[in-house]
């Protein structure tokens, strides 16, 4: 009954977890609500596109909703990760100790190390196959490790970085679909007030869009036409959690 007790609770701090900072991921983004905007013909527009700031065009936004739908699959599988909780220790840090001293001392392990040798031999000149010669004897270490003396008593009340995994899937999501993050962040900016403002008639001149304090965001006549008609399928990926 306490084993069981510990796993519901620790359930419970992962959940409180995930759910803080998925919150934390999305609060700097405004949430759509009536009348949060309000959309007034540009007497004239000149974005400052350049490497960071995207034009709004068709192709973008289509690569742009690909990142958003990867990201949001990428989270819920961070979700529920970070919602399972890490296996409890079978040993004492005494009993471990002396377990990993076992498996360093035995044939197992020195098979790696000639593995390693080998692997490493010829590679002084060549950094980049060194490091991963070691990198890939180490994790096979770590396995070998983990499988016979079970989960480290020091690491097993270790918090996940839950924050650290969201940033990476942004990351992920960005630069698979041909995107920076700064790029594909500067993209949720921009589409989110647009597509929660309120239409108003197309106008050659472009649309200027009031933000917080004295900040605002600028459209050309092009960017409205191929982002209005989708906004729709856009506040669906952008606030997932709303659906």
Known sequence: MKTRSNTLLACAIAAA?????????TSAVPKPRPGSATAQPATE?????????LEITPGTLDRFAKALAAEESSRKTVAAKVATPKPQP????????ECRQGVMAGPEYAQ?????????????????????AGSDMMAKLAALI???????PGRSNEKKD?????RRTEKAAAESNGFTLRQYAILKERVTPLCLSDPVPPDPAGLKLKGQGSASFVYTAAEVAALRPRCDAFVRLLYPEQN
């Not at 977890?17 to 991921?25: D, G, K, M, R, T």
């Not at 527009?45 to 700031?53: D, L, R, S, T």
């Not at 839950?162 to 969201?166: A, F, Q, R, S």
């Open 17 to 25: 977890a995930v759910a803080a900072a998925l919150e934390a991921q």
């Open 45 to 53: 527009v000149h974005p400052a596109f350049g490497e960071n700031v």
């Open 90 to 97: 079978q040993k004492t840090k005494k009993e471990y100790q």
């Open 112 to 132: 790696l190390m000639q593995e390693y040798a080998a692997a490493a031999s010829g590679q002084s000149k060549n950094t980049s196959a060194a490091h991963k």
């Open 146 to 152: 983990e499988t016979t003396c079970g989960t480290d």
């Open 162 to 166: 839950v924050t650290g995994e969201l």
